[in-house]
Each structure stands twice: as structure tokens, then as C-alpha cells.
């Protein structure tokens, strides 16, 4: 029987090993959701937008129209070598102020509360023609002149 030699066994060994670790899930923790002892002490009906970013912090999201909310938002997404991301977990943390700047409510959702948001297919059309790629090319030639001299 032959015998291996060593350089061969750790070079096996080191392709096992880094096959292995390829396959190891990639783990991202991404957003700012504050801790729940902060969110404790938000009062509804007491503390102001003020007192909110001093405890929370900036919020991701502030929603531009319609009543104001900040929105903190979290997600864990689990990523296995080259395959689409999956999402594991989701928080979403919204407070809601009045027209005073008083804190309305508090509202928290998570994964489960979430829809799935398909794009549609269409494209949008644009003014103008389509043009060939010859008609690009040609299309400029002729429509240029030298300037007439002595005029």
C-alpha cells in the first residue's frame, strides 16, 4: 500500500476545511431598533420629538406626508454562499406625533405583519422614435456644413 505524503494530506485537509466554510451561513444585522428599557420610556401623550431622538435616536424613516411617524426599522437576513438572501427577522418600531410635537402612539409590527410588494412587468414608453442602430450611425450625416465664406 502506498503511503500519502504530508504536503498532500494538508492540502486535502485545507480544501475540506475551506468547502466547509463556504457553506457556513453569512448572518446580517442591519437597521437601528432601539433596546426595549429605552422604548419604555417614551410616554405616549408626554414625551416630545425631542425626548424621542434623545432616547432613540435618528429614526431610518420619517414618513413626508400625512401625520407625522418616525419609523425604526430592523432585519436579520441569513445568506448562504452565492443564493438570494433570506429575511429571518423583521421589527418595525413607528412612533407617531401630533400636531404639538407629543407623542400620539407607539406601534410595533414585525415580519409577520409584512406584504410582499411585487413590481409589475411594464415599462413605462417615452416620447420620441426608436430608432435603428444604423439610423444612430447615418443619422448625423449631411446635417452639418461648412460655413459660407466672404457672406
Not at 502506498?2 to 442591519?30: D, H, M, N, Q, W
Amino acid at each position: 500500500m502506498k503511503k500519502t505524503s504530508v504536503p498532500y494530506r494538508f492540502l486535502v485537509a485545507a480544501t475540506l476545511i475551506t468547502g466547509a466554510a463556504a457553506c457556513t451561513p453569512i448572518i446580517e444585522v442591519r437597521g437601528n431598533l432601539p433596546p426595549p428599557e429605552q422604548m419604555a420610556q417614551v410616554k405616549i401623550g408626554a414625551s416630545t420629538r425631542e425626548d424621542v431622538q434623545a432616547l432613540l435616536g435618528t429614526p431610518s424613516n420619517v414618513t413626508p406626508f400625512g401625520e407625522e411617524s418616525w419609523h425604526y426599522i430592523s432585519a436579520v437576513t441569513e445568506r448562504e454562499a452565492f443564493f438570494e438572501p433570506v429575511v429571518k427577522e423583521r421589527k418595525v418600531i413607528t412612533v407617531v406625533f401630533d400636531r404639538a410635537g407629543t407623542v400620539r402612539a407607539i406601534d410595533n409590527r414585525g415580519l409577520e405583519d409584512g406584504k410582499d410588494v411585487v413590481p409589475a412587468g411594464r415599462e413605462t414608453p417615452t416620447a420620441g422614435k426608436e430608432l435603428t442602430i444604423l439610423q444612430q450611425l447615418m443619422g448625423n450625416v449631411g446635417r452639418f456644413s461648412k460655413p459660407m465664406q466672404g457672406k
